[in-house]
């Protein structure tokens, strides 16, 4: 099991990190997908990176091109740092996952996160769903159950922040949600880490 408290690093490997990624990060407050632009949650000290923004648009507009009307849920996960394992966060999604898609008989879902550092040293994850709309109409079954196993593998909380019902990738209900996701693509926090730690995932999109 890896301990947490080395897994961060100094401020000269944030500032050495972010250099090397420049010019993938944006300080602007909206970014353009297929001509529309977007709003995004960003500041000046902040940046977002564009290549996990694409992503994040990417799928979502694959999932209303394939299901119409698609859900879309976001949870943020704190990690007990005592217990803390690498690549647990991602077995858990995939593992929920799989659940997800049987309970609710859905041929597949996408979803995308984004790790970063607390003040105290410890990290969380911010984690978007994206699900068929038409089987899964209302999210509090699926929230309960997320923050409940992770509850499970001894971490101390999961907090839910709302969710979204889209039907296109361009009307003001998908800038709404995209603006709301756009937040898990954010710099700040996220370079004091390794170099070689990932600070995002994503879900393949299904064939």
């Known amino acids: 099991m890896a301990n947490p408290t080395d897994f961060f690093k100094t401020k000269a490997l944030a ?8 010019k993938d990060i944006t300080f602007k407050k909206y970014v353009n997908f297929d001509g529309i632009p977007l709003e995004i949650q960003n ?9 996990a923004l694409h992503k994040i648009h990417q799928r979502l507009k694959f999932m209303t091109n394939n299901y119409h009307k698609v859900l879309c849920i976001r949870v943020d996960f704190k990690v007990a740092k005592e ?10 999604i995939e593992s929920e996952k799989k659940r997800i898609c049987k ?6 879902l996408v979803y995308g996160w984004g790790r970063e550092r607390n003040l105290c040293g410890s990290h969380h ?3 978007m769903l994206v699900i068929d709309g038409h089987k899964v109409q209302y999210p509090s079954k699926i929230h309960e159950s997320l923050i409940q196993r992770w509850k499970d ?7 839910w922040c709302d969710h979204h019902m889209i039907t296109n990738s361009f009307d003001d209900d998908f800038k709404k949600a995209y603006c709301h996701l756009s937040y898990i693509t954010k ?3 996220k370079d004091e880490q390794p170099m070689n730690a990932r600070n995002f995932g994503f879900s393949r999109l299904p064939s």
Do not use: M
């Open 125 to 127: 994850y911010h984690l």
């Open 153 to 159: 593998l001894g971490h101390s909380s999961a907090h």
């Open 15 to 22: 500032e050495k990190r972010r250099n090397k990624k420049l």
């Open 187 to 189: 710099v700040y926090t």
């Open 43 to 51: 500041r000046e000290d902040w940046g977002c990176y564009r290549p």
């Open 83 to 92: 217990i803390w394992a690498d690549k647990q966060f991602s077995r858990f």
């Open 103 to 108: 309970t609710y008989k859905l041929a597949d």
